[in-house]
């Protein structure tokens, strides 16, 4: 029976040894899958950084071209509000000279019919001005 034991002991041990040789395999192939994953993620994540990378030097262009166009739209507005400003200004320049122009016509046409009365007005008008700057 000892010899029966003794063999069963070495078969077992020889089955136990082939388990161990196939985990071994195993674990070498679970270590060189594990890597290879690892080699995987590390060349995805470089190409992600350098897309990344690509990305944001295209949207840094994209948005110096919106500054800049954003910059020349403001500086086309400014110069149109200048134009419509001046225009406007002309505009107003030349009511007030057609109105000043009238107003002298008019006072020249009052002085013509009514002489004693602009020359009463204009007399009145330089005691009230003598008057007020008597006091001072």
Do not use: C, W
């Amino acid at each position: 029976m000892a010899a029966n034991s003794a063999q069963k002991a070495e078969a077992a041990e020889a089955r136990v040894g082939k388990i161990a040789d196939k985990a071994r395999g195993h674990a070498d192939d679970a270590k060189k899958t594990a890597s290879a994953a690892a080699s995987d993620l590390r060349d995805t994540a470089s190409a992600a950084r350098d897309d990344l990378a690509e990305q944001v030097s295209l949207l840094r262009m994209q948005l110096e071209d919106l500054a800049s166009s954003v910059a020349e739209a403001g500086q086309q507005k400014a110069s149109q509000a200048v134009r419509e400003a001046r225009r406007v200004g002309e505009e107003s320049y030349e009511a007030v000279a057609d109105y000043a122009g009238d107003a002298y016509a008019e006072a020249e046409r009052f002085t013509a019919d009514r002489p004693a009365t602009a020359l009463g007005m204009a007399a009145g008008m330089g005691l009230l001005v003598g008057l007020f700057l008597g006091r001072r």
